[in-house]
Antibody
Framework: EVQLVESGGGLVQPGRSMKLSCAAS????????MAWVRQAPTKGLEWVAT????????YYRDSVKGRFTISRDNAKSTLYLQMNSLRSEDTATYYC????????????????WGQGASVTVSS | DIVLTQSPALAVSLGQRATISCRAS??????????MHWYQQKPGQQPKLLIY???NLASGIPARFSGSGSGTDFTLTINPVQADDIATYYC?????????FGGGTKLELK
């Protein structure tokens, strides 16, 4: 069974940093691109970032470019999201997701989701 | 960015057909590939992939869910609607980066 378990969320002050982790199991982690998707309270879904299978290619939405860094450790089957210079508008539940990848290419189709990690940016 | 527009809510009766629409601000189709996907999110839960590339059922999804459409207009159909289907449904395009989601359609009981 595919499992994605996020950790590292909580309350953080504006301008500070936070790092989310996502432990993956039940599939060959290194064969799938991975992504983070967020959802602000009572709002819709918003793609944040994607990383290729090797970690050599990363993609970000404009509003987080230069502030967030997505990375992965294939040996540990773990995905990360380093978030710096946090703003109130980054407050959301952050979902770790696996991208559907029949040929290991980036698809931007999320076929497995974690339960989410809540991040609140407030003073 | 490609904007996806969905109606905020739809009221249906159990056992009836529900049709949820999604309109894109520009075509999300490339050749024979329609790059529109559908997700279901129940309250307090994470989203779940239902349909990928407009009409392909994701693994484990019941056959009462189906999808259709091309270009800018897409439809998710649930027939017949069961109590377990009460949720919010999101469309999402992967034609261009950034991938974008519609605002969601909340399926409610009539």
């Amino acid at each position: 069974e595919v499992q994605l378990v996020e950790s590292g969320g909580g309350l953080v002050q504006p301008g500070r940093s936070m790092k989310l982790s996502c432990a993956a199991s039940g599939f060959t982690f290194s064969s799938f691109p991975m992504a983070w998707v967020r959802q602000a309270p009572t709002k819709g879904l918003e793609w944040v970032a994607t990383i290729s299978t090797s970690g050599g290619s990363t993609y970000y939405r404009d509003s987080v470019k230069g502030r967030f860094t997505i990375s992965r450790d294939n040996a540990k089957s773990t995905l990360y999201l380093q978030m710096n210079s946090l703003r109130s508008e980054d407050t959301a539940t952050y979902y770790c997701t696996r991208e559907r990848a029949p040929i290991a290419a980036i698809s931007y189709v999320m076929d497995a989701w974690g339960q989410g990690a809540s991040v609140t940016v407030s003073s | 960015d490609i904007v996806l527009t969905q109606s905020p809510a739809l009221a249906v009766s159990l056992g009836q057909r529900a049709t949820i629409s999604c309109r894109a601000s520009q075509s999300v189709s490339i050749s024979r590939y329609n790059l529109m996907h559908w997700y279901q999110q129940k309250p307090g839960q994470q989203p779940k992939l239902l349909i990928y590339r407009a009409s392909n059922l994701a693994s484990g999804i019941p056959a009462r869910f189906s999808g259709s459409g091309s270009g800018t207009d897409f439809t998710l159909t649930i027939n017949p609607v069961q109590a377990d289907d009460i949720a919010t449904y999101y469309c999402q395009q992967s034609r261009e980066s950034p991938p974008t989601f519609g605002g969601g359609t909340k399926l409610e009981l009539k």
